[in-house]
C-alpha cells in the first residue's frame, strides 16, 4: 500500500503533470499558488517522489547561457499519476460509519 500523498505531493504532482519541468520552475508554480516552499525542500521531496516511482528525471541539454551547464527535468510516472487519481477519490469518498464522541 502506497503513504498517502501529502499537499506538496499533490501540488508538485500536478505541476510536472501537464510540463516537464525544472526545479526553479515548479517553484515558481508553487509560490504562485500560495505554497511558501524552499528550493532545498523541493528537491528533497522530488528526490523522495523519484525513490518512490512517482516522478522520473532526465538532464536536458548544455546551455552556454547556463555556463554550459544543464537542467534538471521533472516529469510525472504512469504511478504517480495513478497515486494522484487515488488520492483525489479518497478527497471525494464520503466516510462511512459513525463516530462516538465523548466530552
Do not use: C
Not at 523522495?48 to 555556463?67: H, T
Amino acid at each position: 500500500m502506497m503513504t498517502a500523498l501529502t499537499i506538496n505531493d499533490l501540488k508538485i504532482l500536478s505541476s510536472v503533470s501537464t510540463n516537464h519541468q525544472y526545479g526553479l520552475e515548479i517553484l515558481t508554480d508553487l509560490q504562485e499558488s500560495g505554497t511558501p516552499l524552499l528550493l532545498g525542500s523541493l528537491y528533497h521531496v522530488l528526490h523522495r517522489l523519484e525513490r518512490e516511482g512517482l516522478v522520473e528525471s532526465y538532464w536536458g541539454e548544455a546551455s552556454p547561457e547556463r555556463g554550459g551547464h544543464r537542467r534538471r527535468y521533472y516529469k510525472i510516472t504512469a504511478q504517480g499519476s495513478l497515486a494522484v487519481s487515488a488520492q483525489q477519490m479518497s478527497f471525494s469518498t464520503p466516510w462511512s460509519g459513525s463516530f462516538a464522541y465523548s466530552f
